[in-house]
C-alpha cells in the first residue's frame, strides 16, 4: 500500500537531515521533492498545492526554523497536514434512531460495490446487528446470483424481486421487508454502470428518495487514482453522498485517491477494502492511514488484528507452556492459524514501524509455504506432534509423502521448529512476560 509514495516522501525528507538549522531556502527545497512525490502518487493538482502551501508556511514558522530537531519538526507537521487531508477524525456510520439504518451502495461497474456491501453487512453482523442485503442492479448479467452468493458465503439473507420489476420497487418493498422481519440494517446493492449517464443517476436519485437512506456510499476503485476522484465528484454533485468506500486498496495503490476524495467532495472515506476476503474491510483512520503512507507503521490496527484473530484463554495457555518448555507442533500449528486469520503477511509487515516497503518487496513472503507447513503437521500422528525427537528417517519419509511435500521440507520444519523451542528457553528465564508475536515462524 503506497510503497511508491512512502518511499518518495523518505527521500524528500532526507533533505532536512543532518542540517543544524534549516533556512527558508531549504524548506523550499525539500517541500518540491514532497511536491513531486504527491503529484506522482496521481493526487489532484489543487490538492497537492494547497497542501504543500499548508506545510510551507508552517514550516518557514519559528517551531522549526528555531527547532534544535527541525528535520522531525517537519514530518511532524507532514504527518499533522495529511490527517487533515483525510478528514481529521475517524468518520462514524450514521445509524437511524427507527430501524431499519438503510445504507445505499453507489459507484461504477466493477469498483466492488456487490462485494462490499457484503463485507460491510458481514461487519455490522459481528456488531450485533441484523442486516438484509436488497438486490437492486437488474441490468448486470448474474449480478442477482453474485449477491445471492455473497449472502450465503456471510450468512445474511438476499432480498430480491428478479430482474424485470424495478429498482426503485424492489428498494421499497426490501426496506418493507426489514421492517416485517427485525432486520435493523439494510444494504442496497444498486446497479453501475461503465461510465456515468443520465439514466444510471436519476435512478439512484428515485432510490434515495423513495427509501431516504441514512448512508449513500460512493465505492470507487483506489487503483484509478485521479479517476476515482473524478467519479466521486459527479457523484456527490447529484446524490450528496455521505462517504466513500475505497476498494483495491492492497493493489499497486499510488494514494492518489486516499488524499483527494476528501478535499475534493468535503466527504470523507469511511471504510477501505483490504483485500479478496469478506472479512478484508476496515473502517478508515486517518491518522492510521497518514502513518502508514510516512513508513511509520500503524501499531494499533495491527493490535486489533491481533485481538480478532488470538484468542485470550488460548493466549495465557501458550504462554505458560513457552515458560515450561511444553509447546508442541500442535501449539505451533494453531499460532500459524491465528496468524492467517490477521490476513495479508504483506500487510502485516507494511503495519510495523520501520519495516521499509522495498523490504516487504523484496521479501517475497510465500503464503502458499503456510499451507505446505500445516500439512506436514498434520501427517504427523499426536505423538510425533507432542515429541518431535522420535521422527526418525522412516518416518519423516512417510510423512514427507502424507504431506505432499518432500523429506527436506520435513527437516527444515523440525530443524526451525527446534531452534524456536531453544530461542523460548532463554525468554524463560525472564520472568512471566506476555509474548503475543514471540515465535519466529519459517516461512
Not at 451502495?105 to 469498483?111: K, P, S
Not at 428515485?206 to 431516504?212: C, D, F, H, L, P
Not at 500439512?375 to 507432542?386: D, G, Y
Not at 528465564?429 to 506476555?434: A, S
Given at each position: ?6 518511499e518518495k516522501?523518505?527521500?524528500?525528507f532526507k533533505?532536512f ?5 534549516l533556512?527558508a531556502?531549504?524548506?523550499k ?5 514532497v511536491?513531486?512525490?504527491l ?5 489532484n493538482?489543487?490538492v497537492v498545492?494547497?497542501?504543500i502551501?499548508?506545510?510551507t508556511?508552517?514550516?518557514v514558522g519559528t ?11 517537519i ?5 499533522e ?5 483525510m478528514?481529521?477524525?475517524t ?5 437511524s434512531p ?6 445505499m ?7 466492488g460495490?456487490t462485494t462490499?456491501?457484503g463485507?460491510?453487512?458481514n461487519?455490522y453482523?459481528?456488531?450485533g446487528?441484523?442486516?438484509l442485503l436488497?438486490?437492486?442492479d ?5 449480478a442477482i446470483?453474485?449477491?445471492?452468493i455473497?449472502g ?9 424481486m428478479g430482474?424485470k420489476i424495478s429498482?426503485?420497487?424492489i428498494a ?7 421492517k416485517?422481519n ?8 444498486t446497479?453501475?454502470?461503465l461510465h ?5 443517476m436519476?435512478?439512484?436519485v ?7 437512506p441514512?448512508?449513500i456510499?460512493?465505492v470507487?476503485?483506489a487503483?484509478?487514482?485521479?479517476d ?16 466513500v468506500?475505497?476498494t483495491?486498496?492492497d ?5 492518489g485517491?486516499a488524499?483527494s476524495v476528501?478535499?475534493i467532495t468535503?466527504k470523507?472515506?469511511k ?13 478508515f483512520?486517518?491518522d492510521?492511514?497518514?502513518s502508514?503512507?510516512l513508513?511509520m507503521?500503524?501499531?494499533l ?7 480478532a ?5 488460548n ?6 507452556k513457552?515458560r515450561e ?6 501449539d505451533?500449528?494453531?499460532?500459524m ?6 490476513g495479508n503477511?504483506?500487510?502485516?509487515l ?5 519495516v521499509k ?7 517475497k ?5 503456510m499451507?505446505?507447513?500445516e ?12 515429541k518431535p525427537?522420535?521422527i526418525?528417517g ?5 510423512i514427507a509423502d ?7 521440507e520435513?527437516?527444515?520444519?523440525l530443524k ?7 530461542m523460548?528457553k532463554?525468554?524463560s ?6 509474548m503475543?508475536?514471540g515465535?519466529k515462524l519459517p516461512?
Open positions: 500500500m503506497f510503497q511508491g509514495l512512502t516522501l523518505a527521500n524528500a533533505k537531515r543532518g542540517k543544524g538549522k533556512t531556502a531549504d524548506v527545497e525539500g517541500m518540491r521533492e511536491k513531486l512525490a503529484l506522482e502518487a496521481d493526487v493538482f489543487k498545492k494547497e497542501f502551501k499548508t506545510v508556511d508552517r514550516a517551531e522549526v526554523l528555531e527547532s534544535l530537531l527541525p528535520a522531525q519538526q514530518v511532524k507537521i507532514v504527518n497536514e495529511l490527517i487533515a487531508l478528514g481529521g477524525e468518520p462514524k456510520i450514521n445509524i427507527k430501524p431499519p439504518t438503510v445504507i451502495m453507489v459507484g461504477l461497474q466493477g469498483a460495490k462490499h456491501a463485507k460491510i453487512a461487519m453482523k459481528g456488531k446487528k441484523n442486516p436488497v438486490a437492486c437488474v441490468y448486470r448479467p448474474a446470483d453474485q449477491l445471492k455473497v450465503e458465503t456471510i450468512g445474511i439473507p438476499v432480498f430480491s430482474a429498482p426503485v420497487e421499497k418493498a426490501g426496506v418493507e421487508h426489514a416485517k427485525g432486520h435493523d440494517m439494510v444494504l442496497i446493492d446497479a453501475g454502470r456515468i449517464d443520465e439514466e444510471l436519476q435512478e439512484l428515485k432510490i434515495k428518495s423513495t427509501t431516504e441514512a448512508e456510499l460512493l470507487v476503485d487503483m484509478t487514482g485521479q476515482a476522484v473524478n467519479v466521486a465528484k459527479s457523484f456527490n454533485d447529484l446524490l450528496d453522498i455521505t462517504g468506500v475505497l483495491k486498496i493493489g499497486d495503490t499510488r494514494g485517491a488524499l476528501k478535499y468535503g470523507p472515506i471504510f477501505i477494502g483490504t483485500g479478496e476476503k469478506m472479512d478484508a474491510i476496515e473502517l483512520h486517518p492510521r492511514m497518514a502508514r503512507i513508513g507503521g500503524d501499531v490496527s495491527l493490535i486489533e488484528k491481533a485481538e484473530a488470538f484468542d485470550e484463554k493466549a495465557k495457555e501458550l504462554e505458560k513457552m518448555q511444553t509447546f508442541t507442533l500442535d505451533f500449528l494453531m499460532q492459524r491465528n496468524l492467517k486469520k490477521m503477511l504483506e500487510q502485516i507494511g503495519m510495523m514501524p520501520g516497503p522495498s523490504a516487504i518487496k523484496d521479501a513472503i510465500d503464503e502458499n509455504q499451507t505446505h507447513i500439512a506436514i503437521i498434520l501427517s504427523m500422528t499426536k505423538q510425533e506432534r507432542n525427537d522420535i526418525n522412516s518416518r519423516r519419509k512417510r502424507g504431506s505432499g511435500t518432500s523429506v527436506e520435513v527437516n527444515k520444519l526451525q521448529f527446534d531452534q524456536m523451542k531453544k523460548m532463554q525468554f528465564g525472564m520472568g512471566k512476560r506476555k503475543p508475536f515465535m516461512f
